[in-house]
Nanobody, 116 residues
Framework: QVQLVESGGGLVQPGGSLRLSCAASTTRFKISTLKWYRQAPGKQRELVARISSGGGTNYADSVKGRFTISRDNAKNTVYLQMNNLKPEDTAVYYC??????????WGKGTLVTVSS
């Protein structure tokens, strides 16, 4: 069973930055596709960013130019650098690890609150 543990959430003022981390307990980390999702109160969960095993990235339009997803295969960790945060970025952020036929796994989430 793969476990994912997110960290780095918290309260930040508009315009501020946070870096989320997600550590995975699997030897197959380097072949996985990794994603960050978020879910704001009363809204559906949405895909924020994705990074493939080869390092290719994709972003939701709402975060392009502000968020950066990266991975460190040696540490089995995926990151989400979030800059110029806005109140509408407030949500619980979830890490997702996709091993294809090997299964899809989720973390428990970390809360990001952007408020003055």
């Amino acid at each position: 069973q793969v476990q994912l543990v997110e960290s780095g959430g918290g309260l930040v003022q508009p315009g501020g930055s946070l870096r989320l981390s997600c550590a995975a307990s699997t030897t197959r980390f380097k072949i996985s596709t990794l994603k960050w999702y978020r879910q704001a109160p009363g809204k559906q969960r949405e895909l924020v960013a994705r990074i493939s095993s080869g390092g290719g990235t994709n972003y939701a339009d709402s975060v392009k130019g502000r968020f950066t997803i990266s991975r460190d295969n040696a540490k089995n960790t995926v990151y989400l650098q979030m800059n110029n945060l806005k109140p509408e970025d407030t949500a619980v952020y979830y890490c997702n690890l996709d091993l294809g036929v090997g299964g899809i796994y989720w973390g428990k989430g970390t809360l990001v609150t952007v408020s003055s």
